[in-house]
């Protein structure tokens, strides 16, 4: 075989070997006999083949989960939290130069940080501030991350399992609590329904032509019925009349 082809396909390999395409959402850490060169930017790029090799970081929003951790409250509630972690590298270098495995770091201080922070509160703030439990995470990780180039955009807190003594307790509490609301609005409903019988009373003594209309309602209202005999016990002339009526008579 001709020399210059096996020259030319060597050639032709070595070069297309070093070729890489970097994305728009990624950086390349570039490393020369395992030392740091550069950042590579998105697009195609090319190194040298055995003498340069390169890291690929991701630079979009990651996700990570906290996994369930046994957390004694400050009332000595036992329960299991977990929670999720955002965060973002801000400086692919440090990111990869100053931690291992920035991953499991970040992880392992998310855990943490949430054992120390629900531990000095009582479980009812952890119930009802779970935003605020987050927020104070999220403080912690980020003294630690904001060294090695990362951003912790967010902590949430998934979700409480408590105990099942402790589940039938809080549902005797919030059923308690419906009863006494409920108690509470049936007494406000029967004021204010006393309140407006007594109005009414007031205004049929100053009218006794309303006592008319409303007995005229009430038989107008047995009559749509249509099976009942209505007998009057006295004349109508004996109800009684308005001053107005009494000076014409």
Excluded at 122 to 151: A, C, F, H, P
Excluded at 169 to 183: G, L
């Amino acid at each position: 075989m001709n020399p210059q082809i096996i020259l030319a396909v060597f050639i032709t390999v070595f070069l297309l070997s070093g070729v890489r395409i970097v994305f728009e959402y990624k950086r390349a850490i570039k490393f020369r006999f395992g030392k740091y060169i550069k950042i590579l930017q998105p697009g195609f790029r090319w190194i040298i083949p055995i003498v340069e090799t390169i890291q690929i970081v991701d630079i979009r929003v990651i996700t990570i989960n906290i996994l369930s951790q046994e957390v004694m409250t400050e009332d000595n509630v036992p329960c299991s939290i977990d929670g999720v972690v955002f965060f973002k590298i801000n400086d692919p270098e440090k990111a990869v130069l100053e931690v291992e495995e920035y991953k499991f770091a970040i992880s392992q201080l998310s855990q943490a940080a949430l054992r120390d922070v629900c531990g000095k509160v009582e479980l009812d703030i952890i119930l009802s501030k779970r935003e605020e439990m987050g927020k104070n995470i999220k403080g912690i990780v980020e003294l630690e991350t904001k060294e090695w180039g990362i951003e912790i955009i967010d902590v949430k807190i998934k979700d409480i399992q408590l105990p099942e003594n402790m589940k039938r307790m809080m549902a005797n509490q919030a059923e308690a609590e419906r009863s006494r609301r409920a108690r509470i609005i049936l007494a406000q409903a029967e004021e204010q329904a006393a309140g407006k019988l007594l109005e009414a009373g007031k205004l049929i003594d100053q009218s006794p032509s309303a006592i008319k209309l409303r007995l005229y309602q009430t038989l107008s209202n047995i009559a749509a019925e249509k099976n009942s005999t209505i007998l009057f016990p006295f004349p109508e002339e004996a109800l009684p009349r308005n001053k107005s009526e009494n000076k014409e008579i």
